[in-house]
């Protein structure tokens, strides 16, 4: 890999906004196709339509993902911790039992910003559950419900998906741009 770089960046426009809509986790073992460091697809392998799940989690305004680059001269190495801080509003049995096998875990996830870009942590590595709380909170106001931290550790940083995700009511929808569409489950 040339360690030279090749492009410059102007002073873009203040139209963006922060936070996250939505995640979508997916199950070990789906086959991640990059072409020209964009992610184009999510498949099992055999390319077959709607073989992978990826599982959609709202989260409208109370989740952030940072991603955190280390490089060292001394060592030679660099690497990028990804970590998603998630808070899922209501407490119910069903989340609970679907929080505790995923501590268990390790999984992709692909992350929907407020702009509508979408990509994907834990690409080669996947990521863990690495803390969490469940909380009932003391006033009227305080969050009841979950909170979690995943984190994943790549030699890159997160890449992006084939498309920036721009029409709701495609089917598959925000994969209707890749070349094998998963199954998306909707939580209730």
Known sequence: MTCTISKGRLELCKDSIGGIKKVF????????????????????????????SVYQYDT???????????????TGTSFWEQVLSLTLKQMNSSTRKELKIMAFGSYRI???????????????RGCDVTGGTIVTGTALGDLSGYTLTLTGREAQPANFLFTTATNPAATGYPFDKMTTVPTIVVGT
């Open 110 to 124: 692909v992350i929907m910003d407020n702009n509508n870009n979408l990509f994907m942590m834990g690409k080669d």
């Open 25 to 52: 986790f997916i199950n070990a073992g789906a086959n991640v196709v990059v072409s020209s460091d964009i992610i184009t697809d999510i498949n099992d392998g055999a390319g077959t339509p709607g073989a992978i």
């Open 60 to 74: 409208k305004d109370v989740s952030n993902f940072v991603e955190t680059g280390t490089s060292s001269r001394e």
